[in-house]
T-cell receptor, first 112, second 115 residues
């Protein structure tokens, strides 16, 4: 299995909702990433987990809360989001700090 | 110093043409340069990557040329096809333990290949 999967594919939520994005990989990778991508822009790094520990938080607002339950799973919990948070949320993984990053298909998030 | 400058912003070629996308960087510590291809509504897919110990790498119709002294690298797509129409991102990072794996992306090039 050489892919990163993300669920759901699409998510529409109100500003008062709580929702979660899920990412899974079965490549034995030990580093996992969350990116945010706005239209016609490159991906922006949000969080990095290495060996299930949060190692990078790129000054992301607290309404985004990452979680890494095990080495294969990565969640992003969402609460009290703003309309400007609407974007494509991408998960990626790599073997370690070293190695290519493989991206999932993304979750298209719309905040109303 | 952390920027990667990518050009052109958009590119239109005829089928069979050879589009060339260029990237330049400043940080001499970068030693890993991947290219990603992204179709609308999809995640970026790793296309090809190069390390500075080689000046060129070819995979199928895709070739990376790397000029270490000029701190530039480019992507060439041979015999381009309409199915190659996508947005291409170059990136750079430091490939090694403790580097934190951060990919610094260029702003992207939207390629259209006309039939």
């Amino acid at each position: 299995d050489t892919e990163v999967t993300q669920t759901p594919k699409h998510l529409v939520m109100g500003m008062t909702n709580k929702k979660s994005l899920k990412c899974e990989q079965h490549m034995g990778h030990r580093a996992m990433y969350w990116y945010k991508q706005k239209a016609k822009k490159p991906p922006e790094l949000m969080f990095v987990y290495s060996y299930e520990k949060l190692s990078i938080n790129e000054s992301v607002p607290s309404r985004f809360s990452p979680e890494c339950p095990n080495s294969s799973l990565l969640n992003l919990h969402l609460h009290a989001l703003q309309p400007e948070d609407s974007a494509l949320y991408l998960c990626a993984s790599s073997q370690d700090w070293v190695g290519e990053q493989f991206f999932g298909p993304g979750t298209r998030l719309t905040v109303l | 110093q952390q920027q990667v400058k990518q050009s052109p912003q958009s590119l239109i070629v005829q089928k069979g043409g050879i589009p060339i996308i260029n990237c330049a960087y400043e940080n001499t510590a970068f030693d890993y340069f991947p290219w990603y291809q992204q179709f609308p509504g999809k995640g970026p897919a790793l296309l090809i990557a190069i390390r500075p110990d080689v000046s060129e790498k070819k995979e199928g119709r895709f070739t990376i040329s790397f000029n270490k002294s000029a701190k530039q690298f480019s992507l060439h797509i041979m015999d381009s096809q309409p199915g190659d129409s996508a947005t291409y991102f170059c990136a750079a990072s430091i490939y090694g333990r403790g580097s934190q794996g951060n990919l610094i992306f260029g702003k992207g090039t939207k390629l259209s290949v006309k039939p």
